[in-house]
């Protein structure tokens, strides 16, 4: 016998009646796939010591921060944290999680599960989320070590070469790079802490500051966010997935020119 809807769904009309089932849908499916992403993670993380195949280095592994130390286990581990609190602070990924692990709400339209009041990101655990800005600035610094590795993988040692690893290694920077300049954190650092952003003095009066300027693209980026980062998040489970292949010889690089 099917469940009757709440009160407040009832009364609502007949637009709200035909949304209010589905907003279970979007919550559950980002909590399978974020928590398969998690674990295919852990899993890479704890339990391969090698991420590097030629000249090809898996971004779980990039930079070698491991090697340069002389460990031997859990080579991953002393970077890979960073890009993962990056993504687990990040405004779009908190909205997500917050919905498909927590129902904290589950949708906007959809209030706190009974017993529970709204606290935003005030209490703990949620308030730890607003170090975004700062794992931000460490994340800039493992995207220069992606690129560096981006363009070695154009380099064999034949010479220069296009190979599907090369290609699927330039994609996965462009993405990062894309989610990481569309951050929010990114959009305040160029033009917040300002009373007026546009605003400027002096023979410039009436014109629009840099930052403002700077504000104003970023935030086209920023409308995009979530884009990237669902594909940055497939782009590098996709290079290391490759990358993990090739180290077990499952598949063979592919060569185009």
């Not at 991420?51 to 592994?61: Q, R």
């Amino acid at each position: 016998m099917a469940q009757p809807l709440p009160r407040e769904t009832r009364n609502a009309g007949p637009a709200r009646r035909q949304r209010a089932p589905r907003l279970w849908l979007e919550p559950t499916v980002t909590a399978v796939v974020f928590g398969l992403f998690v674990l295919y993670s852990l899993w890479e993380v704890f339990f391969h010591n090698n991420g590097v195949y030629g000249n090809y280095v898996s971004p779980f592994f990039s930079p070698q921060v491991g090697r340069w130390f002389g460990m031997k286990s859990f080579l991953a581990f002393p970077v890979v944290w960073i890009p993962f609190l990056f993504r687990g602070t990040c405004y779009y990924y908190r909205k997500e999680y917050n919905r498909a692990w927590f129902w904290h709400p589950s949708a906007c339209a959809s209030p706190e599960p009974t017993g529970r009041r709204y606290t935003g990101e005030s209490r703990f655990p949620f308030s730890w989320t607003n170090l975004h800005r700062y794992f931000w600035y460490l994340a800039v610094i493992v995207l220069i070590f992606l690129w560096k590795d981006t363009v070695q993988a154009f380099f064999f040692t034949h010479g220069f070469a296009v190979h599907l690893g090369s290609l699927l290694m330039l994609v996965n920077a462009i993405f990062l790079t894309l989610y990481t300049f569309s951050c929010h954190a990114f959009r305040h650092l160029v033009g917040g802490g300002k009373d007026c952003n546009s605003c400027a003095f002096g023979p410039n009066a009436g014109k629009a500051t840099t930052s403002y300027t700077l504000w104003t693209k970023v935030s086209r980026w920023n409308q995009r966010h979530g884009s990237w980062a669902w594909a940055s998040l497939f782009s590098v489970w996709v290079v290391d997935l490759y990358v993990r292949l090739l180290i077990m010889g499952v598949i063979h690089d592919v060569r185009f020119f």
